[in-house]
């Protein structure tokens, strides 16, 4: 087999969360390998398809409020090195019904920290998108510079940059690392080794198969459906948060996106059926019917599976693993991480560089619990 190849650090996953921490890495002077089952971004992932909301409103949880701004930054200036169009500002809009907390305390929070942020009568609201049927709602709160990242193309364009800065990239599966203390190196499915002196597991809902012991009962990937319509009239993205419902308008001529933000029932990322269902499809054209009744017979261009990859509560989970000192666990999308990624990659890369020392606590395996009890949106 040979001895294995050498590296600073090894990043297994090359989605949003482990693309942009090899980004990261590699920019600060490390000697990177990104490795990945499938391939960057793959529609096995949770980070595959082709659009993510961005957005900044996270109720009066000042900490994703503050990572989202700054992922949107480093979002827009990737955009702009590359003159590529990744991030679309549609705007975000939030529909809020009375005595609705979750879009007050947002109002709250991302005025407090001095973004940009519009409180929208219904009034207001109708003038500027009339195809919205605004029943139940009391008012709207509009971010104007967030939208929605092209996510596929994204993750694909910063493992590109990350391969053109030197670090390497490779295909397949990794097998299950045993053992404890120092982990030494890593086998690929081909039967290639290599070596790092640092690991950083990245996979979404491939660390529990992963990590069985560890994570097994603390990270649950669920199955999620989304549907794209044939409709394309000026909107914005919405979030309609009291309803477990989001929509996007037509970017790139995908279509018209409708998701139900329900966590679905537990799902294998390697063997589950992705064939969307009747019954998912009639929920989302239920919704399409209320919310934009001119809409409610607009043709059905494509549907997708992906998962969510659930943490007992949705915080992130960045901490090292227990029993091996060299390696770092990255995961716990939970279905809001996405536009986070630029943000994760940086706080993982100063922590391995030794630039940051200790954990944020609400990111640590200790708070990762066994009971489901979601706090996170």
């Given at each position: 087999?040979?001895?294995?190849?050498?590296?600073?650090?090894?990043?297994?996953g090359?989605?949003?969360?482990?693309?942009?921490?090899?980004?990261?890495?590699?920019?600060?002077?490390?000697?990177?390998?990104?490795?990945?089952?499938?391939?960057?971004?793959?529609?096995?992932?949770?980070?595959?398809?082709?659009?993510?909301?961005?957005?900044?409103?996270?109720?009066?949880?000042?900490?994703?409020?503050?990572?989202?701004?700054?992922?949107?930054?480093?979002?827009?200036?990737?955009?702009?090195?590359?003159?590529?169009?990744?991030?679309?500002?549609?705007?975000?809009?939030?529909?809020?019904?009375?005595?609705?907390?979750?879009?007050?305390?947002?109002?709250?929070?991302?005025?407090?920290?001095?973004?940009?942020?519009?409180?929208?009568?219904?009034?207001?609201?109708?003038?500027?998108?009339?195809?919205i049927?605004?029943?139940?709602?009391?008012?709207?709160?509009?971010?104007?510079?967030?939208?929605?990242?092209?996510?596929?193309?994204?993750?694909?364009?910063?493992?590109?940059?990350?391969?053109?800065?030197?670090?390497?990239?490779?295909?397949?599966?990794?097998?299950?690392?045993?053992?404890?203390?120092?982990?030494?190196?890593?086998?690929?499915?081909?039967?290639?080794?290599?070596?790092?002196?640092?690991?950083?597991?990245?996979?979404g809902?491939?660390?529990?198969?992963?990590?069985?012991?560890?994570?097994?009962?603390?990270?649950?990937?669920?199955?999620?459906?989304?549907?794209?319509?044939?409709?394309?009239?000026?909107?914005?993205?919405?979030i309609?948060?009291?309803?477990?419902?989001?929509?996007?308008?037509?970017?790139?001529?995908?279509?018209?996106?409708?998701?139900?933000?329900r966590?679905?029932?537990?799902?294998?990322?390697?063997?589950?059926?992705?064939?969307?269902?009747?019954?998912?499809?009639?929920?989302?054209?239920q919704?399409?019917?209320?919310?934009?009744?001119?809409?409610?017979?607009?043709?059905?261009?494509?549907?997708?599976?992906?998962?969510?990859?659930?943490t007992?509560?949705?915080?992130?989970?960045?901490?090292?693993?227990?029993?091996?000192?060299?390696?770092?666990?990255?995961?716990?999308?939970?279905?809001?991480?996405?536009?986070?990624?630029?943000?994760?990659?940086?706080?993982?890369?100063?922590?391995?560089?030794?630039?940051?020392?200790?954990?944020?606590?609400?990111?640590?395996?200790?708070?990762?619990?066994?009971?489901?009890?979601?706090?996170?949106?």
């Amino acid at each position: 087999m040979g001895a294995p190849q050498t590296y600073d650090v090894a990043v297994v996953g090359a989605g949003v969360f482990g693309a942009w921490t090899a980004y990261q890495l590699q920019r600060s002077g490390k000697r990177v390998v990104l490795i990945d089952a499938y391939g960057a971004a793959n529609f096995r992932a949770s980070s595959g398809d082709a659009s993510r909301i961005t957005r900044i409103g996270y109720g009066s949880d000042e900490i994703y409020s503050r990572s989202a701004r700054r992922s949107l930054q480093l979002w827009k200036l990737f955009c702009k090195s590359l003159d590529e169009a990744l991030f679309h500002q549609t705007g975000v809009l939030w529909l809020a019904y009375e005595n609705d907390p979750y879009p007050t305390k947002s109002y709250e929070t991302l005025t407090k920290l001095g973004v940009p942020v519009e409180r929208l009568t219904i009034d207001q609201t109708r003038a500027l998108f009339p195809a919205i049927n605004l029943e139940g709602i009391s008012w709207a709160m509009l971010e104007p510079e967030s939208g929605v990242l092209s996510a596929s193309r994204a993750v694909q364009a910063v493992v590109r940059e990350t391969i053109k800065l030197g670090g390497e990239y490779r295909q397949g599966a990794v097998v299950n690392p045993s053992g404890q203390g120092g982990l030494e190196s890593l086998t690929i499915s081909n039967g290639e080794r290599v070596s790092a002196a640092k690991h950083v597991f990245a996979c979404g809902p491939w660390l529990p198969k992963i990590f069985p012991d560890l994570l097994g009962e603390r990270i649950h990937p669920t199955r999620q459906e989304v549907f794209y319509f044939a409709a394309s009239p000026a909107l914005p993205t919405w979030i309609d948060f009291k309803n477990e419902a989001y929509g996007l308008p037509n970017v790139e001529g995908h279509g018209l996106k409708i998701a139900i933000d329900r966590h679905g029932t537990s799902f294998d990322p390697d063997t589950g059926n992705r064939e969307a269902t009747a019954e998912g499809l009639a929920e989302a054209r239920q919704y399409l019917a209320r919310r934009l009744p001119e809409l409610q017979h607009a043709p059905l261009i494509a549907a997708r599976v992906c998962q969510y990859e659930n943490t007992s509560n949705g915080d992130f989970l960045i901490d090292r693993h227990p029993e091996f000192e060299n390696v770092w666990l990255v995961g716990g999308g939970s279905g809001h991480g996405f536009k986070h990624g630029p943000f994760v990659g940086e706080y993982v890369a100063a922590r391995i560089d030794g630039r940051t020392e200790g954990v944020e606590p609400r990111f640590s395996l200790a708070t990762k619990k066994r009971e489901k009890k979601r706090l996170v949106y």
